[in-house]
């Protein structure tokens, strides 16, 4: 069974959009936190564009790092409009700029009566912050030392 997760990169500044990640699977938080720190790793990594311009803003760096490092994954990986518009999630992790991440677990609590077919039944998202911090400590936190790079 696949744990599915979105990752929302904060956008700073007035016109300036959030840009959300639904990927398909790995999403629980060793496997999310391992993503967000290679995508850093890789948008770290990017070299200058054909005029010797970098990319500026520290979050889109970390979306084109999320979406070409060859590390992550590319199967079941896609741009979406909001975290909000998938059902399935088992958490979605947001991260301002290159070096902050909040992570949130999602979980369905059945509402109604119990007897009815699991498809009549109706169930209630509870959504709930488990961790805030730099990339850095969600990675000593969640990610085996033997994975880290």
Same mark, same amino acid.
């Given at each position: 069974?696949?744990?599915?997760?979105?990752? #929302?990169?904060?956008? %700073?500044?007035?016109?300036?959009?959030?840009?959300?990640?639904?990927? =398909?699977?790995?999403?629980?938080?060793?496997?999310?936190? +391992?993503?967000?720190?290679? &995508?850093?790793?890789?948008?770290?990594?990017?070299? &200058?564009?054909? /005029?010797?311009?970098?990319?500026?803003?520290? +979050? $889109?760096? @970390?979306?084109?790092?999320?979406?070409?490092?060859? %590390?992550?994954?590319?199967? &079941?990986? @896609? /741009?979406?409009? $909001?975290?909000?518009? =998938?059902? $399935?999630? +088992?958490?979605?992790?947001?991260?301002?700029? $290159?070096?902050?991440?909040?992570? /949130?677990?999602?979980?369905? #609590?059945?509402?109604?009566?119990?007897?009815?077919?699991?498809?009549?039944?109706?169930?209630?998202?509870?959504?709930?912050?488990? /961790?805030?911090? +730099?990339?850095?400590?969600?990675?000593?936190?969640?990610?085996?030392?033997?994975? #880290?790079?």
């Amino acid at each position: 069974m696949s744990t599915r997760a979105c990752y #929302v990169f904060k956008q %700073s500044g007035p016109y300036r959009k959030d840009i959300t990640i639904y990927k =398909h699977h790995d999403g629980y938080p060793a496997g999310g936190i +391992s993503w967000i720190k290679a &995508a850093k790793d890789y948008g770290d990594q990017l070299p &200058a564009d054909e /005029f010797g311009e970098n990319i500026d803003y520290p +979050s $889109d760096k @970390m979306v084109t790092g999320f979406m070409a490092c060859p %590390s992550i994954t590319h199967q &079941a990986k @896609m /741009f979406t409009d $909001d975290y909000k518009n =998938h059902g $399935d999630l +088992s958490y979605h992790y947001e991260i301002t700029d $290159d070096n902050y991440v909040e992570v /949130f677990s999602h979980n369905y #609590v059945l509402v109604g009566e119990e007897q009815k077919s699991l498809l009549d039944n109706e169930y209630e998202e509870k959504v709930e912050l488990i /961790f805030s911090g +730099s990339i850095d400590e969600a990675v000593k936190k969640y990610v085996p030392a033997e994975e #880290v790079a």
